[in-house]
């Protein structure tokens, strides 16, 4: 059997892994745009700030790594088109121009995301970036650490934003954050934007919300950013306003993708076309709740999709049975997650919904520390099994998100969750856990 992989990364490079470990005789070839393989994204804020400063220990497993166990991976090499009727794969060689073309049995599509790129007029200014690569990473330090940068402004109040917030902070800079939407962090729902907001506020970084940038300052390297509603000075701009799957090179393939590009597979990484599966950032992925396609550009879920993926070409009936969109996010001191449905998704689902929502101390009042959490519950109107699960605070929220999940995965009701039997000692929780008071409130 010969494979070919487009994308080098956690989807792409774990089901290339199962390929060459099972089946020894079985040919794989990677075709990776950067030359970079299996590295931890989710990690290059932390580096940008300091928390950690070895940018080295982000990469999960290098490229000689994969060349040593038989993958014939071919890094600086950007795949431009498929031929599905011949089964090809043209790639450019980004080192010296030339096309080559490979063949395959088996294609899978893992080329990941790249970050979108607003239109803002001189966008191309010295100081400006987006964040992706471990590469930006390291520009994104090193301009930050010149002595001239002070002004540091975000473009986009989502995740990576708020995360890089974090990060600028650390490094003592002054920090402005645009966002053209009413709120920060969208995936959230409304009650949590006063306290996202409070915990700027409280370190000093400036939001700006319901602003479109429209260009930028400054002769060769940026000085400023020019929105529809004022300027901000700004020696340094970083551009976080989502991402964007890089999948251009299938537009004649007959792959069926969203309209965003991302393209549709079922439990299996089958696309539309015999012969070619997808998966990670350029792929959908099941909500397991509403069995629907969604766009979910996660870590955790790339690396279950190319963990199935591996097990289905080497002839296992493996499926993902779908993800909840569990995810999570601290804002300098704030931990931000969530988990499954909020109301307006269980309801465009046609699923009837309930919402319960309290605070609640994370430890008991006679023992120092802990912190209150904002904690709100989705629920079915009839089953009464949980749907989703929002927390906020500055400690325990991620935490609770895995048990809230676990929850909804294993179809337990509001009323079971607040009778299980879950630990307790002062310096860990309160006598009944606060997402246990939650669900006791549903009758």
Avoid at 76 to 95: F, G, Y
Avoid at 109 to 123: C, D, M, Y
Avoid at 299 to 312: D, I, M, P
Avoid at 315 to 332: F, Q, Y
């Amino acid at each position: 059997m010969k494979v070919v992989m487009i994308g080098g990364d956690a989807a792409g490079m774990s089901a290339a892994s199962k390929v060459r470990r099972s089946l020894p005789d079985a040919q794989v070839v990677v075709f990776e745009r950067t030359k970079e393989t299996s590295y931890g994204a989710c990690g290059l804020p932390y580096y940008i700030g300091g928390v950690n400063d070895d940018a080295d220990k982000i990469r999960i497993r290098k490229p000689e790594a994969f060349l040593a166990s038989g993958i014939d991976l071919r890094i600086a090499h950007e795949a431009v088109a498929v031929d599905a009727v011949r089964q090809t794969v043209t790639a450019r060689n980004l080192s010296t121009g030339e096309l080559v073309e490979e063949s395959y049995e088996e294609l899978v599509v893992a080329s990941g995301a790249a970050p979108i790129l607003p239109p803002i007029r001189n966008r191309d200014k010295e100081g400006v970036f987006a964040l992706k690569s471990i590469a930006d990473a390291e520009a994104i330090r090193a301009w930050a650490e010149r002595a001239a940068v002070e002004d540091v402004v975000i473009v986009g109040a989502g995740y990576i934003g708020l995360e890089l917030a974090e990060s600028f902070v650390r490094l003592g800079k002054r920090v402005t954050i645009i966002e053209m939407a009413p709120r920060p962090m969208m995936v959230m729902d409304e009650d949590f934007a006063p306290l996202i907001v409070q915990t700027l506020e409280r370190h000093n970084v400036v939001l700006r919300l319901g602003e479109a940038v429209k260009e930028l300052d400054g002769a060769t390297a940026v000085t400023g950013v020019v929105t529809d509603r004022g300027t901000y000075p700004a020696q340094m701009v970083v551009l976080s306003v989502g991402v964007r799957p890089n999948t251009a090179f299938l537009k004649d393939s007959g792959v069926k993708m969203l309209p965003n590009g991302a393209v549709l597979v079922d439990g299996q990484m089958r696309t539309s076309v015999p012969h070619i599966y997808a998966a990670g950032d350029c792929a959908t992925i099941t909500n397991k709740i509403t069995g629907r396609q969604v766009y979910l550009p996660l870590g955790t879920n790339a690396n279950k999709q190319g963990k199935v993926l591996g097990e289905v070409l080497v002839g296992m009936d493996s499926r993902l049975p779908g993800v909840l969109g569990t995810s999570m996010c601290r804002i300098v001191d704030l931990e931000v997650a969530r988990t499954g449905l909020n109301e307006r998704e269980a309801e465009e689902a046609g699923i009837p919904v309930r919402v319960v929502k309290t605070t609640a101390h994370t430890r008991p009042p006679y023992y120092p520390g802990g912190c209150e959490l904002f904690i709100k519950l989705f629920y079915h109107a009839e089953t009464k099994a949980l749907l989703g699960a929002q927390l906020a605070g500055q400690e325990g929220a991620a935490a609770r998100i895995e048990l809230c999940a676990l929850a909804i995965d294993a179809g337990v009701t509001c009323p079971q969750l607040a009778m299980t039997d879950l630990g307790y000692a002062p310096p860990f929780n309160y006598v009944w856990d606060p997402v246990q008071l939650a669900a006791g409130m549903v009758k």
